[in-house]
């Protein structure tokens, strides 16, 4: 038997493989508008600017703007809608969520030494969320393909001897192997056979060849998706202040990255002749990992203007996945209805791999109006379409998945604008934020308005921001067989405040 070489319990298996697709890339290259109250008050336009704890991890040379050492945290509280476009039909959900989004420092050291270029040297931290995952959405509609494909696709070239049950195996034993020997294919085949979705064309062991046993003109479809997770990002940040003039710092940042993507299909309005029908087939996807990249940036000063240019090196992460699947469906055995359920008690455990997010460079501007306020602008492009997929094996599927990112993505351009207007201490603030889209074919932007309010009690500062961010993506259902797209378009309430103190 296929088994005797292997325990007969195991709940976690090994693959040579990964599990990544391009619905995955474009979760991990996506960005929110996150940090500090003042910084995401004013569209985060701050790259001229400087003097924010959030705005160090933007522009290193933020640091030595400061004129006093100061720590601050933020408080962030997120409502998400989430509209769904499949096949012409609608469907929305919504979920809540509050947490500490951004805590920062820096420490300001000032050169008492007039010989010295260097009039002032700081040296600062500060972590945020790149992005929150969490999100809940239903995509609904009617497809005239089915997941029937799917299972067809992965089926198509496997020996049919590695589909049955045999003597005392169980499913949890061959999904198992399957995995170990021959990798994530041969387990899409097994579920589908052992759900009666599909069957050979013959019943000899050889038999490479597949047919459905589900039959339809149209189908529907309702997918349940629940994401959770961040990306974060620890800014160790540099900078100082050359003969009054330039700022100039490096940041190394530190990423933490987790992923939770569980989705749940369910399959209806088969033709009444189908042997098999009314099916569910649930994947949930863990993607953990961390990584490393730099910043180099500058600030230059000239009277009442003020320019900026940052360097954002690619983001070098190095990940591991895991999943689980379990798929049912109703099928016809001798006149009567039976519900067949293959739930593997399985995780697959998949090799690491590295993704590297391309790099970005950031122009900026700003004016300052005296002690009145001030204007500033931030330019930013970024080419997605370089993102690259890879192992320590030279893995032919990731090899499919960059050249599959390069024809589907391109390059990103952000331009942030964002304004302050000071009355004694109270200073109010407002932004708008526009970002092209990164996939090919599709003609939305992600945009932001923001406004906020702070208050300056000279040892300390309160602030308070709004933030009305809307994001418009696309996704495949499934990577092969089954590749329909529906849209997801994203649309946030952000309050957070922000409460910093001088030291």
């Known amino acids: 038997m296929r088994i005797t070489i292997y325990t007969l319990i195991a709940i976690l298996i090994s693959q040579l493989s990964v599990s990544q697709t391009v619905n995955d890339v474009n979760r991990f290259v996506s960005t929110e508008l996150n940090g500090s109250a003042r910084y995401t008050s004013m569209a985060g336009a701050f790259g001229a600017l400087g003097g924010d704890l959030t705005a160090i991890s933007f522009n290193p040379a933020s640091s030595s703007v400061f004129l006093h050492s100061e720590l601050g945290a933020s408080l962030n509280y997120k409502n998400k809608l989430t509209e769904s476009s499949y096949f012409n039909s609608q469907g929305s959900s919504e979920n809540e969520d509050v947490r500490l989004d951004h805590l920062g420092g820096v420490f300001v050291f000032n050169n008492t030494n007039s010989d010295s270029p260097w009039s002032r040297v700081s040296v600062g931290f500060n972590l945020h969320k790149i992005i929150q995952f969490n999100q809940n959405a ?34 949890d034993d061959v999904y198992r192997v399957l995995g170990d020997e021959q990798g994530f ?7 589908g056979y052992q759900g009666y979705i599909i069957d050979p064309t013959n019943d000899t062991d050889e038999n490479t060849t597949y047919r459905s046993n589900v039959l339809y003109n149209t189908v529907n479809h309702k997918i349940d998706i ?7 990002k620890t800014s160790l940040n540099l900078s100082g202040l050359y003969k009054d003039v330039f700022h100039l710092g490096v940041n190394i940042n530190f990423h933490k990255l987790y992923l939770n993507n569980a989705q749940n299909l369910f399959e209806t309005n088969h ?23 730099a910043q180099f940036g500058a600030i230059y000063k000239i009277k009442n203007i003020r320019l900026g240019a940052t360097y954002d090196s690619p983001q070098w992460l190095t990940l591991v996945d895991e999943t689980r699947q379990s798929t049912s469906a109703f099928h016809y055995e001798g006149g009567i209805d039976i519900r067949e359920e293959i739930s593997p008690n399985i995780t697959n455990l998949y090799d690491e791999y590295q993704i590297r997010i391309p790099s970005k460079i950031t122009l900026s501007f700003a004016y300052i ?23 320590d094996f030279g893995s032919t599927y990731l090899t499919e998945v960059t050249e599959k990112v390069e ?3 391109y390059g990103v351009t952000t331009f942030k604008i964002g304004g302050e207007y000071r009355l004694n201490d109270l200073s109010f603030r407002a932004g708008i934020l526009n970002q092209n889209t990164a996939q ?6 992600t945009m932001a308005l923001t406004f906020g309010l702070g208050i300056d009690f000279g040892s300390s500062s309160l602030a308070v921001s709004l933030i009305n961010f809307e994001q418009n993506k696309q996704f495949e259902l499934f ?21 910093n103190f001088k030291l």
């Open 138 to 171: 239903v995509v609904q509609g009617t497809n005239p393909g089915g997941i029937d494909q799917y299972f067809l696709y992965y089926a198509d070239g496997l020996a049919f001897k590695n589909l049955p049950l045999y003597d005392d195996e169980t499913t």
């Open 369 to 391: 109006f005296g002690s009145k306020g001030l204007i500033s602008f931030d330019y930013s492009t970024q080419n997605l379409a370089n993102t690259r997929l890879n192992d």
């Open 440 to 445: 090919k074919n599709s003609n939305t932007n």
């Open 185 to 191: 294919a041969a387990q899409q085949a097994f579920l």
């Open 479 to 499: 990577s092969e067989g089954l590749t329909d797209t529906y849209s997801l378009n994203q649309k946030l309430t952000q309050v957070s405040i922000s409460y």
């Open 271 to 293: 033709s009444e002749n189908s042997t098999t029908y009314n099916i569910n087939f649930e994947n949930e996807l863990l993607s953990f990992g961390e990584g490393i990249s």
């Open 407 to 409: 024809s589907r993505f």
């Open 226 to 232: 629940i994401n959770s997770g961040w990306h974060r």
